[in-house]
């Protein structure tokens, strides 16, 4: 009997499917962090702020709140010159200046709620800034 090798993907990679649910990946990456849930999401995340903060994106697409949120700020790639001017020029930003697309970016990093921003090293968190300020000339 011959057994195939099923190539299968794990589903919490899959997100091209599914509805993206911000406050859920803050949750999971809170409850990751520490084996004695110490970190747990609803202890030290304040929800009123984190609301509050993806608030400012309720007018994107999933894919580009996935990129802001996930790949910009907690994959620390908004020091990466090259992703920010990739998502400048998706869809969502073709209504706005480059100076205004940079400069909401720079404000979602800036505003990022204490209990998230704890998860990030504060080297990454500082050269993103210091990145979106530049380019936002905020400096």
């Known amino acids: 009997m011959m057994m195939k090798n099923k190539q299968?993907?794990?589903?919490h990679c899959q997100l091209e499917n599914k509805?993206?649910?911000?406050?859920?990946?803050?949750?999971?990456?809170?409850?990751r962090l520490s084996w004695n849930r110490l970190s747990d999401a609803?202890?030290?995340l304040d929800k009123k702020a984190v609301v509050s903060w993806f608030e400012r994106l309720r007018n994107y697409s999933e894919g580009t709140v996935?990129?802001?949120?996930?790949?910009?700020?907690?994959?620390?790639?908004f020091h990466n010159i090259t992703f920010i001017l990739r998502l400048v020029q998706s869809p969502?930003?073709?209504?706005?200046?480059?100076?205004?697309?940079y400069q909401l970016l720079y404000?979602?990093?800036?505003e990022i709620p204490q209990g998230i921003r704890d998860w990030i090293d504060e080297k990454d968190y500082l050269m993103s800034r210091d990145?979106?300020?530049?380019?936002?000339?905020?400096?």
């Open 19 to 31: 509805s993206l649910d911000p406050y859920e990946i803050l949750k999971s990456k809170s409850q």
């Open 66 to 77: 996935k990129a802001i949120i996930v790949e910009g700020i907690l994959e620390s790639q």
């Open 92 to 101: 969502d930003f073709k209504t706005m200046t480059s100076k205004e697309s």
């Open 131 to 139: 990145v979106l300020a530049l380019l936002s000339r905020n400096r």
């Open 8 to 11: 299968t993907r794990m589903t």
């Open 107 to 110: 404000e979602m990093v800036c």
């Open 42 to 44: 609803e202890i030290y």
